[in-house]
Nanobody, 126 residues
Framework: VQLQASGGGLVQPGDSLKLSCAAS?????????VAWFRQAPEKERELLGV???????YYTDPVKGRFTISRDNAENTVYLHMNSLKPEDTAVYFC????????????????????WGQGTQVTVSS
């Protein structure tokens, strides 16, 4: 499967933004675990959240309550809904997926996901 992330842009603090991660390649994307990561300049890539095939989701503390992951299996697309954006949310955002769902500490590791989108820039600034 190939992933295409899109939807980034320049927004003001407090705004909302929705990122998309579209899958192609003929595989059953609904069975994949899909995660969203971000990477700010000079910082490590960090997990934001992950959704597994049964619909369970997990969010990390920096985004819990502000960001939501949803998936449209008919469209082979996973979304990251971002609300109440802050300047510290500025980063390149990546979607990642794997057919072997990572659990426990493995979900935090970028190496647990073998498919990656190209990244989309989100800038939050007034």
């Amino acid at each position: 499967v190939q992933l295409q992330a899109s939807g980034g842009g320049l927004v003001q603090p407090g705004d909302s933004l929705k990122l998309s991660c579209a899958a192609s390649g003929g595989h059953d994307f609904s069975t994949y675990a899909v995660a969203w990561f971000r990477q700010a300049p000079e910082k490590e890539r960090e997990l934001l959240g992950v959704t597994w095939k049964h619909g369970n989701t997990y969010y990390t503390d920096p985004v819990k309550g502000r960001f939501t992951i949803s998936r449209d299996n008919a469209e082979n697309t996973v979304y990251l809904h971002m609300n109440s954006l802050k300047p510290e949310d500025t980063a390149v955002y990546f979607c990642a997926a794997d057919w072997e769902p990572p659990y426990g500490n493995a979900k935090f590791k970028p190496s647990s996901y073998r498919r990656w989108g190209q990244g989309t820039q989100v800038t939050v600034s007034s």
